[in-house]
């Protein structure tokens, strides 16, 4: 039926589930999986709050920050997918528009189906939104699977 599943997540418990149902359906499928964390990009206005607070290149320090969040992140993903038996590619993007990166991977890697959570988090540490799952369910023309 699917024989290439995307995943989005930005880590957050409920995005958690999307990759446990995800992982959960590739399995018996024998399909392949990528799973995808999109990050926003440093805003101007806080890189310069940063500086006026004493942070010399926020910009490198951002970069730092995603780095190690993302390290986390992929560790904890392919210890669930060696738990389930299914190989991961692991992917990042930094876009202003989660939707967008989800879709234009989606088409790219030839994805069948997008797996992903109903919301995620907010503010700063934002990664996946709500309004960013129904943009993806809205112009998707693959299947989405939405997790609560």
Sequence with gaps: MYKHILIATDGSELARKGLEHGLGFAKPLGAKVTVLTVSEPLRSEIARAARQGGIDDPVIRYDQEIDALMKERFAFIEQRSVEHGVAVELVHEIDNSPAEAIGRLAKLKGC??????????RGIGRLLLGSQTAEVVQHSTIPVLVVR
């Excluded at 069948?112 to 988090?121: C, E, F, T």
């Design 112 to 121: 069948d189906l997008i797996v992903m959570a109903s919301h995620g988090r």
